[in-house]
């Protein structure tokens, strides 16, 4: 069974920095495409950035320069760097996964589509003060 758990979360001021944590237990995390999400009070869950998890990353326009995803193998653990952030990336963060099939190539951009993923974890809250 797949379980994905994030972490990392926290109370940053504007300006700052966080960097969220997901781990993936019960297979390798090679085997999957993995996305970040996020979701504000009183809006729709969105996309921030998405991963073949072998080098080539899509990223929202609203985070691109900002965000940076990274990967530990030996750790079976993704990252996201947030930098610079505002008070509207204030939200629940959430690490989702889907199994690899073949089309990251040709639709990478629909990885930042939740329907996209199976596996989802729990949250973790990021919350930006002025």
């Known amino acids: 069974q797949v379980r994905v758990v994030e972490s990392g979360g926290g109370s940053v001021q504007s300006g700052g920095s966080v960097r969220l944590s997901c781990v993936i237990y019960?297979?390798?995390?090679?085997?999957?495409?993995m996305a970040w999400f996020r979701q504000a009070p009183g809006k729709e869950r969105e996309g921030v950035a998405a991963?073949?998890?072998?080098?080539?990353?899509t990223y929202a326009d609203s985070v691109q320069g900002r965000f940076i995803v990274s990967q530990d193998n030996a750790k079976n653990t993704l990252y996201l760097q947030m930098n610079s952030l505002t008070l509207e990336d204030s939200a629940m963060y959430y690490c989702?996964?889907?199994?690899?099939?073949?089309?990251?190539?040709?639709?990478?951009?629909?990885?930042?589509?939740?329907?996209?993923?199976?596996?989802w974890g729990q949250g973790t809250q990021v919350t930006v003060s002025s």
């Open positions: 989702a996964a889907s199994p690899n099939n073949g089309r990251w190539g040709s639709s990478s951009r629909s990885y930042l589509n939740e329907a996209s993923h199976m596996y």
């Open positions: 019960g297979y390798s995390y090679t085997n999957f495409y």
């Open positions: 991963t073949d998890m072998r080098g080539s990353t």
